[in-house]
Nanobody, 125 residues
Framework: QVQLVESGGGLVQAGGSLRLSCEVS????????MGWFRQAPGKEREFVAA????????HYSDSVKGRFTISKDIDKNEVSLQMNSLKPEDTAVYYC??????????????????WGQGTQVTVSS
């Protein structure tokens, strides 16, 4: 049974930083393509950032490019999202996603097999 365990959400003022982490637990043999999505109240879930199984390739949404950085620890199958220069519009529940069958960057939610429970990020103005 594979589970994604997220940590690092919280409340921060605009302009501040937070770091989210997500670790794959359970069946951890092999590597995973991993990504982050977010969902604000009343809105659909949207793509934030993704990294390939090797960690060599990344992709970001336009809204976070230059402010967020995704990185992957291959040995631990753990992905982190460093979020800088946070804005009130970044407020959302952030979800980690992972897939063991794809080696490339995945930015479509429907292509991911496993999902975390979500962690709240709130940015005050």
């Amino acid at each position: 049974q594979v589970q994604l365990v997220e940590s690092g959400g919280g409340l921060v003022q605009a302009g501040g930083s937070l770091r989210l982490s997500c670790e794959v637990s359970g069946r951890t043999t092999g590597s995973y393509a991993m990504g982050w999505f977010r969902q604000a109240p009343g809105k659909e879930r949207e793509f934030v950032a993704a990294v390939s199984w090797s960690g060599a390739s990344t992709h970001y949404s336009d809204s976070v490019k230059g402010r967020f950085t995704i990185s992957k620890d291959i040995d631990k199958n753990e992905v982190s999202l460093q979020m800088n220069s946070l804005k009130p519009e970044d407020t959302a529940v952030y979800y980690c996603a992972a897939d063991p069958y794809k080696t490339y960057v995945v930015f479509q939610a429907r292509e991911y097999t496993y999902w975390g429970q979500g962690t709240q990020v709130t940015v005050s103005s």
